[in-house]
């Protein structure tokens, strides 16, 4: 089993910044991906980003690009998520979720059937 724990949410105005955490305890070697989603009032889950462990690397949603950049320290079982100029568009409960599955090198983890561990999320809300 894994467990995560998000934290860095909050009330932030547009053009800001924040820095999303994800904090990962239990079987953490059995991880092979960790990915980003958010859910706004009414709207269904998306995909934000995600980074694999083994090899080491990270896509994002093709809508998303160049405002967020996922991150991780192996060190101390944390991935991060930083968001650069905030829109109100953004407001939504932010998730990490940890894949267990191997399924090759180039596979990319964008859908939520790919992970089996969710954290609880962090509220992000951006106002105008």
């Known amino acids: 089993q894994v467990q995560l724990v998000e934290s860095g949410g909050g009330l932030v105005q547009a053009g800001g910044s924040l820095r999303l955490s994800c904090a990962a305890s239990g079987r953490t070697d059995s991880m092979y991906a960790v990915g980003w989603f958010r859910q706004a009032p009414g709207k269904e889950q998306e995909f934000v980003a995600t980074i694999s462990l083994v090899p080491k690397s990270s896509t994002y949603a093709d809508s998303l690009k160049g405002r967020f950049t996922i991150s991780r320290d192996s060190a101390k079982n944390m991935v991060y998520l930083e968001i650069n100029s905030l829109e109100p568009e953004d407001t939504a409960n932010y998730f990490c979720?940890?894949?267990?599955?191997?399924?090759?090198?180039?596979?990319?983890?964008?859908?939520?059937?790919?992970?089996?561990?969710w954290g609880q999320g962090t509220q992000v809300n951006v106002s105008s």
């Open positions: 979720a940890a894949s267990r599955r191997y399924y090759g090198g180039t596979y990319v983890y964008s859908g939520s059937r790919d992970y089996d561990y």
